[in-house]
């Protein structure tokens, strides 16, 4: 079992660029598949970005692909989503999530989905202003 923390959330200008980071707790983080999603009121939560236990592997929705990059750091148990060129649709709040499957451990992949995911952070909120 691993506990996430967001972190870097705040307020930016619009084309501008915020770098999210997930602490996570916990030896086996380097064994998950670890995602980002956000949410705004009233909406459901969305797939952002995903990334394979090894970092070999990496996924993103189409409204964020070339603008946000996803990267991690097992040795420090922390998982970044760098977000560049921000839009005033980007505002969020953003969580972190960890999918312990094994069989996409094993498979060294990700899922966009969700419900893959056993663990979750609390959120980092993103305001970026027109």
């Known amino acids: 079992q691993i506990q996430l923390e967001e972190s870097g959330g705040g307020l930016v200008q619009t084309g501008g660029s915020l770098r999210l980071s997930c602490a996570a707790s916990?030896?086996?983080?380097?064994?998950?598949?670890m995602g980002w999603f956000r949410q705004t009121p009233g909406k459901e939560r969305r797939f952002v970005a995903a990334i394979s236990w090894s970092g070999s592997s990496t996924g993103y929705a189409d409204s964020v692909k070339g603008r946000f990059t996803i990267s991690r750091d097992n040795a420090k148990n922390t998982v970044y989503l760098q977000m560049n060129s921000l839009k005033a649709e980007d505002t969020a709040d953003y969580y972190c999530?960890?999918?312990?499957?094994?069989?996409?451990?094993?498979?060294?992949?990700?899922?966009?989905?969700?419900?893959?995911?056993?663990?979750w952070g609390q959120g980092t909120q993103v305001t970026v202003s027109s």
């Open positions: 916990g030896r086996t983080f380097s064994n998950y598949a």
């Open positions: 999530a960890a999918d312990s499957n094994l069989l996409t451990s094993l498979r060294d992949s990700y899922s966009s989905a969700d419900y893959e995911y056993d663990y």
